[in-house]
């Protein structure tokens, strides 16, 4: 199993850019989420997925779309990207209560 | 929203130096979990507490869930190089019908050989 896959590992987009950063998992997993980490912030949830076709906000939405067309994908989208969102971007995916495995990470940078 | 308060922020020890970290919480929570991140990569599971006042032990790893179920602690013995990196306290609670994940904010280890 390749576990969590995120690409790409890094990115630089200018104010107003629109990108997706996608992430996959091999391990048939249903609950999927979405963490921004930032210096002394610890990880915060942006979005979470209980299964495909369900989607929901966490802690941190704004500036970010999110979709669940199938169990292995869960693309998170910047729609018109802020300075604000510069961040490391990690993906994590769990089976019911169980460990949740985290992505090496996107490095966005935003200019 | 939940919130986690994790101390030290920062940790600079000898090699061979006994550490220890905790994190505390105003909510309640039903799992605390500690994690390790090194440099470049996610975050990593060490060891995982489900009942309020379990100790739990993976070598030399050593975390304990609060009996109040506020707060958890986590000891790392006879430190070694790679033991550097940022943990991070994690506590897990149901939120309107969906398991989330709370994290602190990190205690980054340094260790001096």
């Known amino acids: 199993n390749a576990g969590v896959t995120q690409t790409p590992k890094f990115q630089v987009l200018k104010t107003g850019q629109s990108m997706t950063l996608q992430c996959a998992q091999d391990m048939n997993h249903e609950y999927m989420s979405w963490y921004r980490q930032d210096p002394g912030m610890g990880l915060r949830l942006i979005h979470y997925s209980v299964g495909a076709g369900i989607t929901d906000q966490g802690e941190v939405p704004n500036g970010y779309n999110v979709s669940r067309s199938t169990t292995e994908d869960f693309p998170l989208r910047l729609l018109s990207a802020a300075p604000s969102q510069t961040s490391v971007y990690f993906c994590?995916?769990?089976?019911?209560?169980?460990?949740?495995?985290f992505g090496p990470g996107t490095r966005l940078t935003v200019l | 929203g939940q919130q986690l308060n994790q101390s030290p922020q920062s940790m600079f020890i000898q090699e061979g130096e006994d550490v220890s970290m905790n994190c505390t919480s105003s909510?309640?929570?039903?799992?605390w979990l500690w994690y390790k991140q090194d440099p470049g990569e996610g975050p990593v599971l060490l060891i995982a507490?489900?009942?309020?006042?379990e100790l739990t032990s993976n070598g030399r790893l050593t975390a304990q869930f609060g009996i109040t179920r506020k707060d958890s602690f986590l000891n790392i013995s006879a430190s070694i190089p790679s033991d550097v990196g940022i943990y991070f306290c994690?506590?897990?609670?149901?939120?309107?019908?969906?398991?989330?994940?709370?994290f602190g904010q990190g205690t980054r280890l340094t260790i001096n050989p």
């Open positions: 507490l489900y009942k309020a006042g």
């Open positions: 994690a506590g897990q609670l149901r939120d309107q019908g969906a398991q989330k994940l709370v």
């Open positions: 909510s309640i929570f039903n799992t």
């Open positions: 994590a995916s769990r089976r019911g209560y169980n460990e949740q495995f």
